[in-house]
């Protein structure tokens, strides 16, 4: 009888009715937004009152870190544990992925039978099972790649299936947000609205920006590597962001939500340009202050009382722990966690939580913060409560701390970066019947020979400059499924290219194409710049061409992308191969 009753007990942890007791969660995560970009932080060059009011309403982390880069923060949140641990040791080119035996935040809310959804920025891999619907989520739309080309109606990726987004894609983002809340209103969802925004490009609509065109800036950065026009495109797109996120407010107040859902903010890393930043050192990239403080407001009216602050440091490792504990989910996996939950210190259930260290590593550089001070990479010591510039040395001054953090680093670096320094060596998947599309893009390629990207940045590029049988892109690819294969090149091509013969090879099987009709649009995304772009490719439209389907065999190969016969003036351009498994 006993036995009886707990799986009775168990079945009814998941069931409908107490999971609709438990709180709903939105997680808001913004792009390159940096500590500084706020209203609430003291930046009177920018007005941002509906992300300002989740700090009134609820609680504000007085202290809170993620890491340099986008990836490893992103992968921080989902796991609880450091990224290096996940495998995340790039932003593009397949290292940014997360390992396929870590289990997610939303692995864990799905399997408390909550309803997931993800909308916006990925950024921790784009084949099944590294995709968003292999992780955890039952729904997804946005784009996997670390940073997009064009923020007006781009291609954007649904449940693993190509659509052109609608209008700006911030907004876009929003209104699938609210779609995705507004349909599981009578269920507990976990909804994850993962902004791609202020990153560059610097794109955003005409009303932001006229707002700040010519506006005189009271808040500047220290020193004069700042480029105004860079900062108030930035600052335009942080206004944007926080009038959707007041659309999301809405809807939960709307629908009689607010009350009984979890609302997160946070960024994903420091500034992206050198402007205004509370005075610290560093911005996006640096392991320093500026580089790694981000803001973090969590309000859950039924919970957490307004106005709560929170003064232990905290990280982006904290958010599954103190989210799962929140909402009485039970994590999944059996990996140890970095992170600790803040529950008990939200709730009011204690004030303090011991003596702790938080490591920040990108790029080899690692350094370390505790509630009073940080070593830099340089082994510098900083007092963080009298110097937030990080301007005054002290490790003279205190050399027991200088090394007891030395020796801190020197031991996370054995225990975390251990693997970080063997060639990463995962092959992008193919041929999962869960999601039968897989796009090889050209930023998981390699080029040989003329063939070059279109872009020093990979993330949204393509491979241009074909021009000979003996150019190629090859990718490194393990077929998961024995079956047939349609291969699609998603291309374009001048007139003076057309009647090209190409071959895409693959473990044995062949495909072979050619060039029948001119398809040469123009590159978009220039005219709506508001300051020129650093790195980023521009975009255009490409066209698929079908080589057929073909039967291809289980297990790793190189699949090549190559010319047999090229009559006229080069080949094509070529954003992605596409192959899938056929039923």
Not at 50 to 77: H, M, W, Y
Not at 209 to 233: C, I, M, N, P, S
Request: with cysteine; hydrophobic share 35%; net charge neutral.
């Amino acid at each position: 009888m006993r036995r009886l009753l707990g799986v009775l007990v168990a079945t009814l942890a998941v069931a409908p009715s107490l999971a609709a007791e438990r709180p709903n969660v939105v997680v808001i995560l913004t792009d390159d937004q940096g500590w500084g970009d706020l209203s609430l932080n003291g930046n009177t060059n920018l007005r941002t009152p509906n992300i300002d009011s989740l700090a009134k309403d609820g609680a504000i982390f007085d202290r809170f870190f993620v890491q340099p880069v986008c990836s490893p923060t992103r992968a921080e949140f989902l796991t609880g544990r450091y990224h290096p641990r996940g495998g995340v040791r790039d932003v593009s080119t397949g290292g940014e992925r997360l390992n396929l035996d870590e289990k997610t935040i939303a692995d864990a809310f799905k399997a408390a039978g909550y309803s997931t959804g993800c909308f916006g920025k990925w950024h921790n891999g784009s084949q099944y099972p590294y995709h968003p619907i292999g992780r955890g989520f039952d729904e997804y739309y946005g784009f996997t790649s670390g940073h997009w080309g064009h923020y007006f109606s781009p291609p954007l990726d649904h449940n693993g299936q190509p659509v052109t987004g609608n209008g700006f894609i911030a907004d876009d983002l929003t209104d699938r947000a609210i779609g995705f809340i507004d349909k599981n209103r009578d269920r507990p969802f976990f909804c994850y609205l993962a902004y791609n925004t202020p990153h560059s490009p610097m794109q955003v609509p005409d009303r932001y920006w006229q707002r700040f065109e010519r506006a005189e800036l009271k808040h500047r950065h220290a020193t004069e590597k700042e480029d105004l026009g860079h900062t108030r495109a930035a600052l335009a797109m942080c206004e944007n962001l926080d009038d959707n996120i007041g659309r999301v407010l809405k809807t939960l107040a709307d629908g009689k939500l607010a009350e009984s859902t979890i609302v997160v903010f946070f960024t994903d890393n420091g500034p992206n340009g050198w402007r205004w930043n509370g005075g610290m050192r560093g911005r996006k990239g640096s392991t320093d202050e500026g580089g790694v403080r981000s803001p973090l407001l969590i309000r859950w009216p039924a919970g957490i009382k307004p106005g709560t602050e929170v003064k232990p440091i905290a990280g982006a490792i904290d958010l599954l722990p103190t989210l799962s504990e929140l909402a009485g989910v039970k994590r999944i996996g059996d990996k140890p966690l970095d992170g600790i939950s803040f529950a008990p210190l939200l709730l009011g259930k204690a004030d303090a939580i011991g003596d702790r260290m938080i490591f920040n590593h990108w790029n080899g550089r690692v350094s370390v913060r505790t509630q009073k001070y940080r070593l830099d990479d340089a082994g510098r010591l900083y007092d963080l409560t009298t110097d937030p510039g990080q301007e005054r040395d002290v490790a003279r001054d205190n050399p027991d701390e200088a090394k007891r953090l030395k020796d801190a680093i020197a031991t996370w670096r054995k225990d975390v970066l251990a693997g970080m320094t063997k060639k990463d060596d995962r092959p992008f998947p193919v041929g999962y019947a869960e999601l039968p599309i897989t796009t090889l893009p050209a930023r998981d390629g390699v080029p040989h020979g003329n063939v070059r990207r279109s872009a020093r940045a990979p993330n949204c590029s393509y491979f241009t400059g074909w021009a000979s049988t003996d150019d190629r892109m090859t990718w490194d690819v393990e077929v998961a499924t024995h079956g047939r294969y349609e291969a699609v090149v998603y291309h374009t091509c001048p007139a003076a290219a057309v009647g090209a013969k190409i071959e895409l090879s693959l473990n044995g099987t062949t495909w072979t194409g050619k060039t029948s009709a001119a398809h040469d649009p123009p590159l978009v995304g220039a005219a709506d710049d508001r300051v020129p772009r650093a790195g980023e490719s521009y975009v255009k439209e490409f066209k698929p061409l079908s080589l057929g389907v073909a039967e291809v065999k289980k297990g790793r190969a190189t699949l090549t992308l190559r010319a047999s016969d090229i009559p006229g003036k080069g080949v094509m351009d070529v954003r992605s191969v596409v192959l899938t498994l056929q039923k």
